[in-house]
């Protein structure tokens, strides 16, 4: 369970940093990160905005699906309820 957790962790770290980032990667005809640098100065702003609220969000449900992973963990046994097998 704490991989799963551990994997999200790393995809909203890269998801962050690429958004963050001030230099843009671009991949063919695709721009991937630098927004708020990249973007014109009127609405330089509003993508800082834009990402701040982001970011806050993606930390703030990593650190609930840590929260709800090691509580889990904590439960004894499987929580799951044992399957019947079907007599025909």
């Not at 940093?17 to 702003?45: C, H, I, K, M, N």
Request: charged share 15%.
């Amino acid at each position: 369970m704490r991989l799963k957790a551990l994997l999200v962790l790393a995809l909203s770290v890269v998801a962050i940093t690429l958004y963050w980032f001030p230099q843009p990667l671009v991949v063919g005809d695709y721009v991937l990160g630098g927004y708020p640098w990249y973007a014109p100065e009127s609405s330089r702003g509003a993508m800082i905005a834009i990402g701040v609220i982001f970011t806050a969000v993606f930390l703030g449900l990593t650190a609930f699906m840590f929260y709800i992973s090691r509580e889990v963990e904590k439960l004894p046994g499987n929580p799951e309820p044992a399957r019947e097998e079907l007599a025909w």
